[in-house]
């Protein structure tokens, strides 16, 4: 067939007269073409349906409908074509189609019906375009606009109780913050009375220890010397509680192994919480390395173990737990001042009676204490607190009644080669013949500390504040080999001291004394090698044990 396809015969078979039918498609406004086979090959393609495909009909002639769609996609039109050439029904459809020259995507819509041959077999398909794309891209918009509408109410929503939970955080971290002036306040008020405490109890201990030695054995005064001295030591014990509370201090940290520390410590730990109490020790992994004076952690651990004993009169279980852990943003709990990092956790659990949440509220306050009268100074808890946020750590309290207690502490995990080391090797307690030079503003504490040191054989000079001291180790003739110096005093305290004997006489050893250091000798962490700390209050035993192990070359010195 050369002139007339077979879809321009089916079409003049079916829609009338040819010329009739070419007419009326010619100036129809919508767009309209005609394919032959099952290929969909087109033969005719009105001016409308050109100017929709943008292309000459001499273009389209001859050529798949398909060519017209995106290459390689599923189209809906094709599909369209299939079924209406296939079945001999009408049909309709909605496709997207990629626009070739403004290389956008347009909608079409199609309206197809078959075309029959004389023997009304099929033949082709006629289509008629209609472009969607305005309406369809208005209907994609309103329905954008409906759901950024859904989100932006889901948005307000959600706003809504990310705001309620940041007014209850408001609050929460008020009541924290004057938690935290309060403990601060408090701890002021603790350091201030411990230091002048700490000078009558070195005074106390001194003499007393003295006067002791001076009697003959098995004299009744003796006794009652040994008790004045027994008293002082508890109440130096009181003192120091109250000095780890208030953070004033002055300790000799060390990396230590947490697990290894409780370990050493566990028959010790079972004697004290007693048979009818179970212990369980479960580290849950290796290299729990921290820095934190030994002394002070077993402090810690034992007022921990004794406040779970007595919540259980009848008998438990405590389990004690470490672990290396990761803190940040995502730990809430913990309180904003809680630098982020690696932590060792410590956790000491009981399945006693529980805390209410008021006595909680209160629980690290000094004095503070639920126990019977003469039970409990309500100190232990406090100095666990205070040790712990000394040592740049935090310690936490869960409890329910009837659920028991847990305490986290949260330990910064160091490496093993951050080491800080003191002396381990004690010495006896030796006199000498060396020169040396006391530095003390308070007359009676100097005064036991110069006895003390001329019964042992040392010359001693005196001095009452820094400036005194500076003459006098200016205008000394000979060698002074030591200054014991406190380091809380008017005029010239005891680390001003030690900076300008260092500039003066590098080779003159120092030793500083105190029962409290106020915050500008707390931030000092480290002194140098040569200096070393005696705590107040201290026996003549203590100090003249201290004195050789300096003189010896042995004492190091860690000041924090």
């Not at 943008?54 to 290459?71: S, V």
């Not at 950024?148 to 408001?170: F, H, M, P, T, Y």
């Not at 009558?200 to 010397?225: H, M, R």
Request: glycine residues 8%.
């Amino acid at each position: 067939m050369s002139t007339e396809s077979t879809a321009a015969i089916a079409l003049e078979q079916n829609l009338g007269q040819l010329s009739l039918c070419r007419y009326v498609a010619e100036r129809c406004l919508l767009p309209m073409a005609a394919t032959e086979g099952m290929a969909h090959i087109i033969r005719y393609a009105n001016p409308a349906f050109c100017r929709l495909a943008d292309r000459e009909e001499r273009d389209m002639i001859g050529h798949p409908f398909a060519e017209l769609l995106p290459k390689g996609k599923m189209n809906q039109g094709v599909s369209l074509l299939d079924h209406v050439y296939y079945t001999g029904e009408s049909g309709a459809a909605v496709d997207r189609v990629h626009h070739a020259t403004e290389g956008k995507t347009v909608y079409w819509s199609y309206a197809a019906w078959a075309l029959f041959d004389e023997e009304q077999r099929p033949a082709g398909v006629m289509i008629q375009v209609t472009d969607q794309t305005e309406a369809t891209l208005a209907r994609q918009g309103v329905e954008k606009t409906n759901e950024e509408i859904r989100e932006v109410n889901q948005e307000l929503l959600l706003s809504g109780v990310r705001v309620q939970k940041l007014a209850d955080a408001a609050v929460e971290a008020e009541q924290m913050l004057l938690q935290a002036q309060k403990m601060d306040g408090i701890g002021r008020l603790a350091g201030g009375i411990s230091h002048d405490f700490n000078n009558i109890l070195t005074v106390i201990l001194g003499y007393a220890e003295i006067a002791e030695k001076k009697l003959p054995s098995g004299d009744i005064v003796q006794n009652y010397l040994h008790t004045i001295k027994k008293a002082a030591e508890r109440a130096a014990t009181l003192t120091s509680q109250l000095l780890a509370f208030s953070r004033k201090q002055i300790i000799e940290p060390q990396v230590i192994d947490l697990n290894a520390l409780i370990i050493d410590e566990d028959k010790m730990l079972r004697r004290l919480i007693g048979e009818d109490i179970e212990l369980a020790f479960a580290p849950k992994q290796e290299g729990g390395q921290v820095v934190i004076d030994p002394g002070q952690f077993e402090q810690v651990l034992l007022n921990l173990m004794v406040n779970a004993r007595d919540a259980m009169p009848e008998g438990g279980k405590i389990t004690i737990e470490t672990a290396n852990v990761m803190l940040d943003e995502e730990h809430t709990l913990l309180p904003d001042d809680v630098t982020p990092g690696e932590y060792v956790l410590l956790a000491v659990s009981d399945t006693g009676t529980g805390m209410t949440k008021d006595v909680q509220a209160h629980l690290f306050e000094p004095f503070f204490t639920t126990k019977e009268p003469g039970k409990g100074t309500g100190l232990g808890l406090a100095s666990c607190y205070g040790i712990v946020t000394q040592s740049g750590g935090h310690i936490q309290a869960h409890s329910e009644l009837g659920e028991g207690t847990t305490f986290n502490i949260y330990l910064p995990r160091v490496e093993v080669t951050a080491l800080v080391t003191k002396h381990e090797e004690p010495l006896d307690f030796l006199g000498g013949p060396e020169v040396v030079l006391i530095v003390e503003d308070e007359p009676m504490v100097r005064g036991i500390g110069v006895a003390t040191l001329r019964l042992r054989g040392y010359a001693v000079l005196e001095a009452d504040n820094g400036m005194d001291a500076l003459r006098l180790i200016h205008e000394y003739p000979g060698k002074i080999d030591l200054v014991v110096t406190d380091i809380v005093m008017p005029l010239m305290g005891g680390r001003e001291l030690a900076d300008n004997i260092r500039k003066t006489d590098p080779n003159i050893r120092v030793l500083f004394t105190s029962g409290y250091t106020d915050d500008a000798i707390v931030s000092q962490r480290l002194v140098d090698p040569g200096f070393a700390f005696l705590q107040k209050p201290f026996t003549p035993a203590d100090l003249t044990r201290k004195v050789r192990e300096v003189l010896d070359g042995a004492g190091k010195a860690c000041v924090q």
